[in-house]
C-alpha cells in the first residue's frame, strides 16, 4: 500500500479531536489505571497528585502511547498499564518543574506547590516516579523498562541543564535544543516507541516512532517557548510572560539577543538577570522578539520538526490512527496561530 505524503500547515484548524475519538475507549481503561495506582494510605497523596492530574491536562503523551499502538496493529492491552506509567513519569516531573520553577499557575490552577507546599510536591513527584516504575516492573519487559527508564533518567538530564542555562543569555542555540530534546521531547519518543516494543514490530518501526515522537516534542516545546510571549493565560495555562520573568533563555530569546544593537543586547542581559520583569519590560522584550524575526524563525522552525514528525509516519499505511497523529502534529504546531 502507497502511504500518502502529508505536508503540514495543509488543513485548516487541526484539532486533537480526531486522535481523542480514536482512543477514547481504551484511555477509559488507562485512567482506570492511573486512579488505582494514585491510592494511598497516607491522604495527601492521592489529594495532591489528583489535584494535577484532574487539571484538564489533554493527556497528549499517554493518548501517544495508544495512538501509535493502534497504528502498529497491537491487539492486546499491555500499553494501558505502559500509558499509565508515562503520564505518571510527566506529572511527576511537573511537580517538580513547578517548585524549581516557583510557578504558581498550572493549566490555569494554583500549582500544588502554592497549596501544599514545596516539600510535598517534591515527596509526591517521587511516590508518582515510583509508582510508574511498578507499571514497567510489572510488564516484564527489559526492553520497554530500559526506554522508559532511560528516559526518566534523560529528562532529569534536561531539566539540570536547563537550570545551569538558567539567566545565562550567552546560552548557544545547540544547548537550547540538546534541553528540549532532554526535557520535552525524550518523554514523547518512548511513550510512542513502545507501542512498537509491546506489538513486537520490527527495529525500524521502533524508530520511526521514536522519530515521530522525538520531532513533535521538540516543535510542541518550540511552540509552548513562543507563545510564552505571544499568548494569553486562558490559552497557555499559566502566567504570561512566566519564562521571561524566571529568566529562561528559551530560543526565541537567544536568535533576538544574537540580532540586536547593542542597547538591546544589555536589555536581555538585564532581563534575564531579573532586573527587567515589569509588564512594561516584556512588551518591550515581545516589541524586541518581532522586530529581529526571531518569534517568526522560531514558529519556523517548530513547523520543520513538525514536518519530519509527519514524515516518519511515512512508512505506515493510511487510516485512521495514522490521520489521527498526523492531526496532533499540526494542533501542536497550531497553537501559536
Known sequence: MTATIHQIGARRQPSLDPMV??????MNAVNSVILDRMKSDIPLIPELAGHLIAGGGKRMRPMLTVA???????????????????????TATLLHDDVVDGSDLRRGRRTANIIWGNPASVLVGDFLFSRSFELMVEDGSLRVLRILSGAS??????????LSAQRRVDTGEEQYLAIIGAKTAALFAAACRIAAVVAERPEAEE?????????????????????DYASDAETMGKGVGDDFRDGKVTLPVILA?????????????DAMMGHRISDADLAHA????????????????????GQRAIDALGRFPDGQAKAALVEAVEFAVARAY
Open 21 to 26: 475519538a480514536l482512543v477514547a475507549h481504551e
Open 68 to 90: 501509535c499502538a493502534r497504528l502498529v496493529g497491537y491487539l492486546g492491552n499491555r500499553h494501558h498499564r505502559l500509558a499509565a506509567a508515562v503520564e505518571f513519569i510527566h
Open 153 to 162: 533518567a534523560v529528562i532529569a538530564e534536561g531539566e539540570v541543564n536547563q
Open 207 to 227: 524508530e520511526a516512532l521514536d522519530s515521530y515522537g522525538r520531532n513533535l516534542g521538540i516543535a510542541f516545546q518550540l511552540i509552548d517557548d513562543a507563545i
Open 257 to 269: 539577543h544574537a540580532r540586536g544593537a547593542d542597547a538591546d543586547k544589555a536589555f536581555w542581559r
Open 286 to 305: 515581545t516589541g524586541l522578539l518581532r522586530a529581529t524575526g526571531a518569534l517568526d524563525d522560531t514558529l519556523a522552525r517548530a513547523r520543520v520538526y
